[in-house]
T-cell receptor
Framework: GEDVEQSLFLSVREGDSSVINCTYTDSSSTYLYWYKQEPGAGLQLLTYIFSNMDMKQDQRLTVLLNKKDKHLSLRIADTQTGDSAIYFCAEQDYGQNFVFGPGTRLSVLP | EAGVVQSPRYKIIEKKQPVAFWCNPI?????LYWYRQNLGQGPELLIRYENEEAVDDSQLPKDRFSAERLKGVDSTLKIQPAELGDSAVYLC????????????FGQGTRLTVV
């Protein structure tokens, strides 16, 4: 079946850029997503990218997609303490289900 | 507009007892998902509905789990009997059908089985 992998932890200083990486296995994925989860809350969509794109920028967020290597990354510029959360990479499979990675816990140090 | 509403937020039950979770999706969202999120892991699909039809329940443990979505709106997820390993957060999500549309998640129900 489909599999999505992420590193589990990332720690950065406030004001630095954060880069969260993800790899996936389903080459037929049409859309790839980044969700954010804060403590005790549900998942909030941050951004998504269509599989025929290689980059998407939305304010402080930049998504890069390398479809050949099945690698997705999320860059957060000027990281703030409010960005501390768990970030999930997800792919939409052929059945329109979302397959999530294990999540990357981002800690922003003052 | 209200988001996806789930209740209860928290539930503590003894093993072997039944439990039910309720989800009210966003109005007009035909697609509804139930996901289970174990501690420290990403959500895993249990079941997906298109209107009132369960179109993917391949990962639902049918010996103890059941779900329904009467009239294609609200949905309930039931576990009977609950086991210790069922302790997790149960998330409901809804979306308009089609590629690339956003799935909106509820806050989840945190189940603790003791």
């Amino acid at each position: 079946g489909e599999d999505v992998e992420q590193s589990l932890f990332l720690s950065v200083r406030e004001g630095d850029s954060s880069v969260i990486n993800c790899t996936y296995t389903d080459s037929s994925s049409t859309y790839l997503y980044w969700y954010k989860q804060e403590p005790g809350a549900g998942l909030q969509l941050l951004t998504y990218i269509f599989s025929n794109m290689d980059m998407k920028q939305d304010q402080r967020l930049t998504v890069l997609l390398n479809k050949k290597d099945k690698h997705l990354s999320l860059r957060i510029a000027d990281t703030q303490t409010g960005d501390s959360a768990i970030y999930f990479c997800a792919e939409q499979d052929y059945g329109q289900n979302f397959v999530f990675g294990p999540g990357t816990r981002l800690s922003v140090l003052p | 507009e209200a988001g996806v509403v789930q209740s209860p937020r928290y539930k503590i039950i003894e093993k072997k007892q039944p439990v039910a979770f309720w989800c009210n999706p966003i109005s007009g969202h035909n697609t509804l998902y139930w996901y289970r999120q174990n501690l420290g892991q990403g959500p895993e699909l249990l079941i997906r509905y298109e209107n009132e039809e369960a179109v993917d329940d391949s990962q639902l443990p049918k010996d103890r789990f059941s779900a329904e979505r009467l009239k294609g709106v609200d949905s309930t997820l039931k576990i009977q009997p609950a086991e210790l390993g069922d302790s997790a957060v149960y998330l409901c999500a809804s979306r308009f059908p089609g590629d690339g549309t956003e799935a909106f998640f509820g806050q989840g129900t945190r189940l603790t089985v003791v």
